[in-house]
């Protein structure tokens, strides 16, 4: 089974940047995160995809260029380097993994994901 646990997130001006982090516990093939503003849904941010090429990256149109998802093996750990923050960008964020190997589309969708942290809050506000 097995286990992430989040932490990095707070309270930034716009234009700042925060890198959170996941450590993952047991066998993970897809490691992914996502956000949830208050009152709206969970949505895709970015996953890592374990391959013989040393891990793909996948990003959400709304982030790409702005956040970079990347993995140390030596750590066990995920991160998410978030820059050029927007107040668009708070929400609770949510790290959560498989041991599946997902394709592409099915990455992006919190229901193939087996488990999940409880959730680091960033708050984007001048």
């Known amino acids: 089974q097995v286990q992430v646990v989040e932490s990095g997130g707070g309270s930034v001006q716009p234009g700042g940047s925060l890198r959170l982090s996941c450590v993952v516990s047991?066998?993970?093939?897809?490691t992914g995160w996502f956000r949830q503003p208050p009152g709206q849904e969970r949505t895709f941010v970015a996953a890592?995809?374990?391959?013989?090429?040393?891990?793909?990256?996948y990003y959400a149109n709304s982030v790409k260029g702005r956040f970079t998802i990347s993995r140390d093996n030596a750590k066990n750990t995920v991160y998410l380097q978030m820059n050029s923050l927007n107040p668009e960008d708070t929400a609770i964020y949510y790290c959560?993994?498989?041991?599946?190997?997902?394709?592409?589309?099915?990455?992006?969708?919190?229901?193939?994901?087996?488990?999940w942290g409880q959730g680091t809050q960033v708050t984007v506000s001048s």
């Open positions: 047991g066998h993970s093939e897809v």
């Open positions: 959560a993994a498989t041991s599946r190997n997902l394709i592409a589309s099915s990455l992006r969708h919190p229901d193939n994901y087996d488990s």
């Open positions: 890592f995809r374990r391959s013989g090429y040393g891990g793909m990256t």
